[in-house]
């Protein structure tokens, strides 16, 4: 995909999180609109019980700018994966966190801290392969209450609150305003559309946070980068552009018959190993589904991988729209391996056409590391 040009004045941005990796040129015409806002230190204090993330928060009562800076860094987090440290959010009462993907780029889990400085430990249960964002799956979190999301895009004006750790500086929030709308730009591997400009200072370490309406509390975007030109200039993630694609990741692992985990013993009954390799090729074409071929490649195993690199793998379904698995079922074929069998029907694009297509599938599943993966398979279509 093409960059987007916006103006004379060249800037360097970075990927603001974890790491704080690649550098690239975008053109843009700023304005000098930073303001630097004091750190607020708050107390800690646990989250109650209530249901499902809400969509707005129509409080009968107004709360001031302190009640919604301390309500809200209660379901702010830090994390903490291979590639560093970045920040997070509670967005449901499942425990799920969301995040940037670069902040947890190659893990699978992660420790994450709360404000009252607990650590948990998290399971990567979505990430985007050209979309900034990541889902983590904090088990010991669920039923804490999570922060309101916005259903409507913000304003220009818009008056909001950054919370994060920048720096390693935990539970900071900065001030500013939306100062821009729709901004759209390319970090590989990462494309960025309809950002929103912020004059809140954020920097490395920040990624991830959330970036909230300072008026109702609600969550308007996930903080995500910052051209570093003089003071910088942040930028943001308009949560409502990315909300479906991490609710279907959470509502994905929750369905799911089992999340691939390792193997805690070998006293597994044979059950329970036939349910988790149907869950892990059940997981598998959920994320063929999604487009998300990263997860996807990531669980097969390690002769498959050998033999097939990530690039032929993800070609081998460019024409594809959306894989269903209408069948399943599993056998033992030795001590150590599996048999998962099934029935898909996929989409695909023939002649500028999608003609649903099915097929017999058969894979060979066992156990690498401790963790269950797809170690071979088959598949023969359906005439």
């Known amino acids: 995909m093409s960059k987007r040009i916006w103006g004379t004045i060249v800037s360097s941005a970075i990927i603001i999180g974890a790491g704080a990796g690649g550098v690239f040129w975008i053109h843009e015409q700023v304005a000098d609109e930073l303001a630097i806002a004091p750190k607020l230190a708050v107390a800690s204090s646990k989250g109650t019980e209530k249901p499902e993330a809400s969509t707005t928060s129509n409080a009968s009562i107004k709360k001031t700018r302190k009640q919604i800076i301390e309500d809200s860094q209660k379901k702010v987090v830090t994390i903490e994966s291979g590639e560093g440290l970045g920040s997070g959010f509670l967005y449901n009462n499942k425990g799920d966190v969301i995040t940037n993907a670069h902040v947890v780029e190659g893990s699978k889990e992660v420790t994450v801290r709360t404000l009252d400085?607990?650590?948990?430990?998290?399971?990567?249960?979505?990430?985007?392969?050209?979309?900034?964002?990541?889902?983590?799956?904090?088990?010991?979190?669920?039923?804490?209450?999570?922060?309101?999301?916005?259903?409507?895009?913000?304003?220009?004006?818009?008056?909001?609150?950054?919370?994060?750790s920048p720096l390693g500086f935990e539970n900071t929030v900065t001030t500013g305003i939306i100062s821009g709308l729709d901004r759209s730009f390319e970090i590989e591997p990462y494309i960025y559309t309809n950002l929103y400009q912020i004059s809140a200072p954020i920097t490395n370490g920040n990624s991830g946070g959330p970036l909230i309406n300072a008026e109702t509390g609600e969550v308007l975007g996930i903080n995500s980068t910052v051209v570093k030109?003089?003071?910088?200039?942040?930028?943001?993630?308009?949560?409502?552009?990315?909300?479906?694609?991490?609710?279907?990741?959470?509502?994905?692992?929750?369905?799911?018959?089992?999340?691939?985990?390792?193997?805690?013993?070998?006293?597994?009954?044979?059950?329970?190993?036939?349910?988790?390799?149907?869950?892990?090729?059940?997981?598998?074409?959920?994320?063929?589904?999604?487009?998300?071929?990263?997860?996807?490649?990531?669980?097969?195993g390690s002769d498959w991988q050998s033999s097939t690199s990530y690039a032929k793998f993800r070609e081998g379904y460019t024409y594809t729209s959306d894989v269903t698995l209408e069948k399943i079922s599993s056998m033992r074929t030795a001590e150590d391996e599996l048999e998962v069998s099934g029935i898909i029907a996929a989409e695909e694009r023939k002649d500028g056409e999608y003609i649903t297509s099915r097929y017999n599938v058969t894979y060979q599943v066992g156990y690498e590391n401790g963790q269950m993966k797809i170690l071979h398979g088959q598949g023969k279509k359906i005439k």
Not at 133 to 143: Q, S, T
Not at 150 to 163: F, H, P, Q, R, Y
């Open 117 to 164: 400085h607990q650590e948990y430990q998290g399971i990567v249960i979505g990430i985007g392969e050209e979309t900034d964002i990541a889902v983590v799956r904090v088990p010991d979190l669920v039923k804490i209450e999570p922060l309101p999301i916005s259903s409507t895009k913000a304003e220009v004006g818009d008056e909001i609150l950054a919370l994060g």
């Open 229 to 300: 030109q003089e003071g910088g200039i942040g930028f943001s993630i308009p949560i409502t552009s990315v909300l479906k694609q991490v609710q279907q990741w959470s509502e994905r692992s929750s369905n799911a018959k089992s999340v691939q985990t390792a193997r805690d013993n070998s006293s597994q009954t044979s059950s329970a190993d036939l349910s988790e390799a149907e869950g892990v090729v059940a997981d598998f074409y959920s994320y063929l589904s999604m487009s998300d071929y990263v997860s996807a490649y990531a669980l097969l």
